[in-house]
């Protein structure tokens, strides 16, 4: 299993933006893995943000950040990054990482392109990052 380290989280005003980072343990990469992020509002159970797959696969947004936020691998395959932008105080919260999925599916879409269709995330959940958006 990957051993994640996730990182970035802090303060932003309504509007602005974050980027956070999850990094795997040194001796792995994400190369063969789906990644993505799940939040989990004060009160609220864990909920998708994003997912993405390798290289040339079209990520998953949930459709409260469509739009707003991007999924992003780094080069050397051991970074995932979420860009967030135009934050909402309603997305504070604690964000994780994960590879982990319930339910994970891929297809074509009409133009040939493979896109991911869904992914369900299951625990355990790591530390998580903080993100706090002040309105």
């Known amino acids: 299993q990957v051993q994640l380290v996730e990182s970035g989280g802090g303060l932003a005003q309504a509007g602005g933006s974050l980027s956070l980072s999850c990094t795997a343990s040194?001796?792995?990469?994400?190369?063969?893995?789906?990644v993505g992020w799940v939040r989990r509002a004060p009160g609220n159970q864990h909920e998708l943000v994003a997912c993405s797959s390798e290289k040339g696969v079209t990520p998953y947004y949930s459709e409260f950040v469509e739009g707003r936020f991007a999924i992003s691998r780094g080069g050397a395959v051991r970074t995932v990054t979420l860009r967030m932008n135009t934050l909402r105080p309603e997305e504070t919260g604690d964000y994780f990482c994960?590879?982990?999925?319930?339910?994970?599916?891929?297809?074509?879409?009409?133009?040939?392109?493979?896109?991911?269709?869904?992914?369900?995330?299951?625990?355990?959940w790591g530390q998580g990052t903080t993100v706090t958006v002040s309105s």
């Open positions: 040194p001796d792995l990469t994400f190369d063969n893995y789906a």
């Open positions: 994960v590879t982990t999925w319930g339910e994970y599916a891929e297809s074509y879409d009409t133009e040939d392109d493979l896109v991911i269709t869904n992914c369900r995330p299951k625990g355990p």
